[in-house]
């Protein structure tokens, strides 16, 4: 048999292949099939060329695209045959300069092998709060440009000490080109003992704790005492606290989806079922029966709870509605007020990312650990887009193709600090996709701080109805291009027609939309006050139907009927009214709390559906207060009511959208569907009718994956034109 040819290829991996220990693990491959050439990161990924025998460059091109490292997601590998030039060795070579095309990864929590080292007297690294290696550890939020290398990174001004410049080197080692490598002689130090900290914390104190996106504020998660000291001193009376613990199973039951998410490397904070009696203290999460936990996903996290030995709420380094803290001066002046001590660090945090929330599989929150990861867009984007999101849990979208990279959750735009957020991380994103946007999306809400600055850019623009795009984000995630309906249930929204919107049936497909059915508009008396204070639309609802209205400031209230009462479908606004007349909750300190409560009272308590008249699109959402009102008086179980309550709100929709007759797939989109119940409900219902159902599973339903929807409607539109 002939020897067989030398040949040389080069190779040009795309996706996320930087950051992840992509080029060690090629670098491994090669020297096992005996191959020579080289490695390095450059604009498109990371480029690859090796020599060696046709067979063996096949088997080599095989590993690589069907066994890459955890972390890696092979978008393409596109092949090119060189003419051959007889290197002897493989090796790395430095990355090519210039604005990046590779995607950023994200935050990835502790491997396995590093927290072997942590807690090993032995290791150099023996309780290092910063160890980490080529497929673990801060990435996102620290970096400062693109590509992707230590220069552009906080660690920037950390120079590496021999033994980590030895590691670093090395393709042998599991931390060759880990760009944060560090080590108790060269790397980041605590600026406070960690003893102090933990003293604080087993004393009943509160601390702040800088962690990868931002701080944290810690306590004992099992003292009464504690918790309710921090939440006095960061004003946030009931919005549950996640708690991040070692051991989930002792305060939940885990089924296998939620127990994967939970040990994930995205590490986001998982909502489940806690058990009853467990010993966590009652004020972690009032009046809900979900409980945020998470999984320490930083040394200095693992070194805390092993030390502490005890579950640790973990909540956002903020006042209520701030922005989360990250700069080191801001944390101690802001939060210096909140915690008694302030566990912070010398590696710079260069971008705020907050901590993602799961429940049952699907994000409620999409930042630390997932951004800024690509999703895919069903009709790629003929050229490059910014999608600019809604006004509050605000995020952007950057489309290039078919890839979308939707941002984390920003927060409320009205806040400077969210702002410039907003163009950070936007500038960034651009910059390390090498591109700039020829068109723009945006809501169509006039008083949207995002729609402003994409009115401001003279580009392109595609406006976008808010609850069509709330749809699309569905059905594009799903990948379907065909016309469908969507429920929205949502708190409000510009409906485009003088009136908020936010209950809907739409029939759309990602370019245009038509509203088919909505709730029966209502008056908000008194505005933005109406939506703090369930009881207002309550006592509307109750007098409209000649009922007594139970609440004496109804006299002044009413008169605000005649000057501020904007017309809203919103379903929020049902959820709450209801909420009020059954006592669960007359006013609220945080967004969507009546709604959360009601849905905790409902439980799984069977019950049938409360009446509620469907006629020409019109979803008489009243009857259904009134209908609770009258049970009420009737003496019959709370419980009871708000659970025939929810299955009355699914069946009227549910109907609604099998009176329109076609399409025959319904998405299922809006902030109010994080209520489980309902949306099991009208799930059950709708496909008991005949109808395909799509839920959200990568975005959220929340006004965090607007800027998705919008994209995907942008791109279509564009597409549709070209
Ligand atoms: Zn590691
Ligand atoms: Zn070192
Ligand atoms: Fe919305």
């Known amino acids: 048999m002939p020897a067989m040819t030398t040949e040389r290829r080069r190779l040009r991996v795309a996706g996320?292949?930087?950051?992840?220990?992509?080029?060690?693990?090629?670098?491994?491959?090669?020297?096992?099939?005996?191959?020579?050439?080289?490695?390095?990161?450059?604009?498109g990924g990371v480029l690859v060329e090796?020599?060696?025998?046709?067979?063996?460059?096949?088997?080599?091109?095989?590993?690589?695209?069907?066994?890459?490292?955890?972390l890696a997601e092979v978008a393409s590998i596109a092949t090119e045959w060189r003419p051959v030039r007889g290197d002897r060795t493989f090796e790395i070579r430095p990355s090519a300069a210039g604005a990046g095309l590779?995607?950023?990864?994200?935050?990835?929590?502790?491997?396995?092998?590093?927290?072997?080292?942590?807690?090993?007297?032995?290791?150099?690294?023996y309780r290092y709060p910063f160890l980490s290696c080529s497929g673990c550890g801060p990435r996102f939020t620290i970096v400062t440009g693109a590509p992707y290398d230590r220069v552009r990174t906080t660690m920037a001004s950390f120079p590496m000490c021999g033994d980590c410049r030895r590691e670093y080197e090395n393709p042998a080692d599991r931390r060759f080109h880990a760009e944060p490598i560090a080590c108790p002689a060269c790397g980041p130090r605590l600026t406070?003992?960690?003893?102090?900290?933990?003293?604080?914390?087993?004393?009943?104190?509160?601390?702040?704790?800088?962690?990868?996106?931002?701080?944290?504020?810690?306590?004992?998660?099992?003292?009464?005492?504690?918790?309710?000291?921090?939440?006095?001193?960061?004003?946030?009376?009931?919005?549950?606290?996640?708690?991040?613990?070692?051991?989930?199973?002792?305060?939940?039951?885990?089924?296998?989806?939620?127990?994967?998410?939970?040990?994930?490397?995205?590490?986001?904070?998982?909502?489940?079922?806690?058990?009853?009696?467990i010993g966590l203290a009652a004020s972690v999460a009032p009046g809900t029966s979900w409980l945020g936990l998470m999984l320490p996903y930083t040394p200095?996290?693992?070194?805390?709870?092993?030390?502490?030995?005890?579950?640790?709420?973990?909540?956002?380094?903020?006042?209520?509605?701030?922005?989360?803290?990250?700069?080191?001066?801001?944390?101690?002046?802001?939060?210096?007020?909140?915690?008694?001590?302030?566990?912070?660090?010398?590696?710079?945090?260069?971008?705020?990312?907050e901590d993602s929330v799961v429940r049952t599989g699907v994000p409620v929150r999409r930042s630390r650990g997932f951004?800024?990861?690509?999703?895919?867009?069903?009709?790629?984007?003929?050229?490059?887009?910014?999608?600019?999101?809604?006004?509050?849990?605000?995020?952007?979208?950057?489309?290039?193709?078919?890839?979308?990279?939707?941002?984390?959750?920003?927060?409320?735009?009205?806040?400077?600090?969210?702002?410039?957020?907003?163009?950070?991380?936007?500038?960034?994103?651009?910059?390390?996709?090498?591109?700039?946007?020829?068109?723009?999306?945006?809501?169509?809400?006039?008083?949207?701080?995002?729609?402003?600055?994409?009115?401001?850019?003279?580009?392109?623009?595609?406006?976008?109805?808010?609850?069509?795009?709330?749809?699309?984000?569905?059905?594009?995630?799903?990948?379907?291009?065909?016309?469908?309906?969507?429920?929205?249930?949502?708190?409000?929204?510009?409906?485009?027609?003088?009136?908020?919107?936010?209950?809907?049936?739409?029939?759309?497909?990602?370019?245009?939309?038509?509203?088919?059915?909505y709730l029966e508009p209502v008056p908000l008396p008194g505005g933005e006050a109406a939506v703090r204070e369930p009881w207002r639309v309550a006592a509307w609802h109750l007098e409209q139907a000649g009922l007594p209205v139970p609440w004496e400031q109804w006299a002044v209230v009413r008169e605000s009927l005649k000057v501020n009462a904007p017309r809203s479908s919103g379903a929020g606004r049902l959820f709450d009214a209801v909420a009020a007349i059954l006592g669960v909750r007359e006013r609220v300190t945080y967004e969507g709390q009546a709604a959360i409560e009601l849905e905790h009272l409902a439980a799984d308590v069977r019950a049938a559906p409360l009446p509620c008249r469907v006629d020409a699109g019109v979803v008489h959402g009243g009857d259904l207060v009134v209908a609770a009102a009258a049970d009420l008086a009737n003496g019959r179980d709370r419980a009871a009511i708000a659970a025939a309550f929810h299955e009355g709100v699914a069946a009227a929709f549910a109907r609604a959208c099998a009176e329109t007759g076609s399409p025959r797939t319904v998405a299922l989109s809006g902030g109010?569907?994080?209520?489980?119940?309902?949306?099991?409900?009208?799930?059950?219902?709708?496909?008991?009718?005949?109808?395909?159902?799509?839920?959200?599973?990568?975005?959220?339903?929340?006004?965090?994956?607007?800027?998705?929807?919008?994209?995907?409607?942008?791109?279509?539109?564009?597409?549709?034109?070209?």
């Not at 060696?52 to 955890?70: E, I, N, T, V």
């Not at 590779?102 to 690294?125: H, K, N, Q, V, W």
């Not at 919005?239 to 305060?251: C, D, G, I, L, R």
């Not at 885990?254 to 998982?270: G, N, Y």
């Open 50 to 70: 090796v020599e060696g025998p046709a067979d063996r460059l096949d088997a080599f091109a095989f590993a690589l695209a069907s066994d890459p490292p955890a």
């Open 192 to 277: 406070t003992p960690l003893e102090d900290a933990v003293a604080v914390l087993r004393d009943g104190g509160i601390v702040a704790v800088k962690g990868l996106g931002g701080y944290h504020l810690a306590c004992d998660a099992a003292d009464e005492a504690a918790v309710a000291r921090l939440r006095r001193r960061k004003h946030r009376d009931a919005k549950p606290f996640a708690v991040m613990t070692s051991s989930p199973h002792s305060f939940a039951i885990l089924d296998p989806t939620d127990e994967a998410m939970l040990a994930s490397p995205a590490r986001p904070i998982v909502l489940v079922r806690r058990r009853a009696g």
């Open 672 to 722: 109010c569907l994080q209520n489980l119940r309902l949306l099991d409900s009208l799930t059950y219902r709708l496909e008991a009718l005949g109808l395909r159902v799509l839920r959200h599973r990568r975005v959220p339903p929340t006004d965090g994956g607007v800027s998705f929807g919008q994209a995907a409607i942008a791109a279509a539109r564009m597409s549709a034109c070209a």
């Open 16 to 43: 996320v292949v930087q950051g992840v220990g992509f080029r060690p693990f090629v670098h491994r491959l090669a020297t096992l099939h005996g191959l020579s050439g080289f490695a390095l990161n450059d604009t």
């Open 371 to 517: 951004t800024p990861g690509a999703l895919r867009l069903p009709i790629p984007a003929p050229r490059p887009l910014v999608a600019t999101g809604a006004q509050t849990k605000s995020t952007f979208c950057v489309a290039r193709g078919a890839d979308a990279f939707l941002s984390g959750h920003l927060g409320d735009l009205d806040h400077e600090e969210a702002y410039r957020a907003f163009a950070a991380d936007l500038a960034l994103t651009l910059d390390m996709l090498g591109l700039a946007p020829e068109a723009v999306a945006c809501d169509q809400h006039p008083d949207y701080r995002a729609t402003r600055w994409a009115k401001a850019q003279g580009l392109e623009l595609h406006e976008v109805q808010h609850h069509h795009a709330h749809a699309a984000a569905c059905l594009a995630e799903h990948h379907e291009t065909e016309q469908s309906l969507a429920v929205v249930l949502d708190g409000t929204g510009y409906g485009g027609d003088g009136t908020l919107w936010g209950g809907e049936v739409l029939r759309c497909d990602l370019v245009a939309c038509e509203r088919i059915a």
């Open 300 to 353: 200095l996290h693992h070194l805390l709870l092993a030390d502490t030995g005890l579950p640790l709420v973990m909540t956002s380094g903020n006042r209520t509605d701030e922005p989360i803290a990250i700069d080191d001066h801001d944390a101690e002046g802001r939060l210096g007020a909140i915690a008694d001590l302030v566990l912070g660090h010398d590696r710079r945090i260069e971008r705020r990312c």
């Open 102 to 125: 590779a995607p950023i990864p994200p935050d990835i929590a502790t491997c396995d092998a590093c927290l072997r080292e942590l807690f090993d007297p032995g290791d150099r690294r």
